[in-house]
T-cell receptor, first 113, second 112 residues
């Protein structure tokens, strides 16, 4: 079974630029999550999708972050404009609707200079 | 106060030792408890999943949950250098472990 795929793996941008990350979940997993993991901390949930609908985006900084999952499969997370404090690893995870756990991709390491 | 507290370490032990990793939490509504292992520059990997109080064993790994003390543990027996990683506890109030709250992670090194 293929795991969660993410791209790019690394990205360096200057502050105020925009950036987008892509995620392809495990086949058949209806629930998709985006997390932000700052160095030395645990992952923090940004947004959760159930199929193509948003279930929870309470911790998403909506003035600069946006995410979509148009066909209930792949998802894109965008930051515009980026700030220095957005430097982190952005992790995508997926799970079955009533799954026993979440399965994570390798993450995208973002550096904002 | 953070909802989930985890000693960041680092923790260094010799190969073959028994390792104990712990988390405490403040929200009594948490019912689902997980341990993830994260190797450097990789995503977290689910190791153990437990519901409510009790023990669960899987090979060299044992997870314990004590809801009365709001305390969870992961024990690793016969530790191997390949166990060197960051271990994250995570917990959820909801069925299906949907919205997870993670601890900070404990960085573990097993020395040959």
């Amino acid at each position: 079974e293929a795991g969660v795929a993410q791209s790019p793996r690394y990205k360096i941008i200057e502050k105020r630029q925009s950036v987008a990350f892509w995620c392809n979940p495990i086949s058949g997993h209806a629930t998709l999550y985006w997390y932000q993991q700052i160095l030395g901390q645990g992952p923090k949930l940004l947004i959760q999708f159930q199929n193509n609908g948003v279930v929870d985006d309470s911790q998403l900084p909506k003035d600069r972050f946006s995410a979509e999952r148009l066909k209930g499969v792949d998802s894109t997370l965008k930051i515009q404009p980026a700030k220095l404090e957005d430097s982190a690893v952005y992790l995508c995870a997926s799970s079955l609707l009533l799954g026993a756990g979440q399965y994570f991709g390798p993450g995208t390491r973002l550096t904002v200079t | 106060q953070k909802e989930v507290e985890q000693d960041p370490g680092p923790l260094s032990v010799p190969e073959g030792a028994i390792v104990s990793l712990n988390c405490t939490y403040s929200n009594s509504a948490f019912q689902y408890f997980m341990w993830y292992r994260q190797y450097s520059r990789k995503g977290p990997e689910l190791l153990m999943y437990t519901y409510s109080s009790g023990n669960k064993e899987d090979g060299r790994f044992t997870a314990q949950v004590d809801k009365s003390s709001k305390y969870i543990s992961l024990f690793i027996r016969d530790s191997q250098p390949s166990d060197s990683a960051t271990y994250l506890c995570a917990m959820s109030r909801e069925e299906g472990a949907q919205k997870l709250v993670f601890g900070q992670g404990t960085r573990l090194t097993i020395n040959p």
